[in-house]
């Protein structure tokens, strides 16, 4: 079966779904098929490792916006009680800090017009081990696998297996954010003094937001950023490709990877670094190239660029690469 006919059935078998809800439905498997392609799998090795369209839709209906909401509605300690032996996560008070931190399941962040930060999450019994917490303006929420987890990459982007985090549009404070075998997607986040997200084995993806302070870690797979701003940001990744585009940091951006391509498209910033060990690095930056003390180098590949420096130069970019090409472009 090819990607066109499997996703023809699914829509077919789904088709009576909000319009919206199939869009997104959609995007999600299409998003899991292209990172099964990214791990090196063949078009009909990702599908072969689907569930057939037939099953995929029972299960998206029996799961699909099936995730539990627990939500805190009470002050008093017997309500504290009554939240907690109900498996509620939502806390009860402002806070300025939220962190999560999850094993083998998706994270994904979205923001509403108002109500306090909550999290969605759907235990399965025997499976998952879930702690909360709200102390002195700090709300954590942590999940542990119980047992022996045995590591399928189709796991990893299982829709109905995640964390859904929610924050009001006016959160202002921080984010902390760990997962071990999984994803995180997040967007909308306009007010964020900070964040700081580590993925092992999972994809990062940040869009449309604007956080004063980021700082994103993945060990092993890529990082995408997109339409976001702020005053600094540093994406580092162990192995994987790191792309950035429609970004402004004016203090300062950084792009690394050890093994992987490293990209940026319109970048606004005063102190720009992009590197990488074995791979491409390529990008445009919005501003004048003689503004820029320059240094790059690569090993074994061509430079378009030439390094310079000048004391009457107040921005800089670093461009390294040891085995691949650098192009780097200026526009006004």
């Excluded at 498996?87 to 962190?99: A, F, N």
Aim: hydrophobic share 35%; net charge negative.
């Amino acid at each position: 079966m090819k990607r066109e006919e499997y996703f023809r059935k699914l829509r077919f078998l789904l088709n009576d779904l909000p319009m919206e809800d199939l869009e997104q439905i959609e995007d999600f498997y299409l998003e899991l098929f292209y990172d099964g392609l990214e791990q090196g799998y063949s078009e009909e090795e990702v599908l072969n490792r689907f569930d057939s369209p037939d099953e995929v839709a029972k299960k998206i209906r029996a799961e699909y916006g099936g995730l539990v909401v627990y939500t805190a509605k009470g002050k008093s300690q017997e309500e504290k009680q009554e939240r907690q032996e109900k498996q509620g996560y939502g806390p009860v008070d402002m806070i300025h800090t939220v962190k999560v931190q999850t094993e083998n399941v998706r994270i994904r962040i979205r923001t509403v017009e108002d109500g306090p930060v909550r999290v969605y999450f759907k235990p399965r019994e025997g499976q998952d081990i879930v702690t909360c917490e709200e102390k002195d303006g700090v709300f954590s929420f942590e999940h542990k696998m119980k047992g022996t987890f045995h590591l399928n990459w189709l796991n990893l982007f299982m829709e109905y297996n995640a964390v859904i985090l929610e924050l009001p549009s006016s959160f202002a404070g921080n984010l902390w954010i760990q997962t071990k075998n999984g994803a995180v997607k997040g967007s909308g986040m306009m007010n964020l003094a900070q964040a700081e997200i580590t993925s092992t084995n999972g994809k990062i993806k940040l869009e449309n937001s604007k956080i004063d302070q980021l700082r994103i870690k993945s060990s092993n797979a890529r990082i995408e950023l997109a339409n976001m701003s702020g005053s600094s940001a540093a994406a580092v990744a162990g192995n994987g490709i790191i792309s950035a585009k429609e970004c402004r940091f004016p203090e300062q951006i950084t792009l690394e990877t050890q093994n992987g391509t490293v990209s940026g498209k319109n970048l606004i910033s005063d102190c720009i670094t992009l590197q990488t060990c074995n791979g491409l690095v390529s990008g445009s930056i919005i501003g004048n190239e003689n503004d820029y003390n320059i240094e790059c180098s690569t090993i074994n590949g061509f430079c378009n660029l030439n390094s310079v420096q000048s004391p009457t130069r107040t921005k800089s970019l670093n461009a390294k690469t040891h085995n691949g090409r650098i192009q780097i472009e200026f526009a006004p």
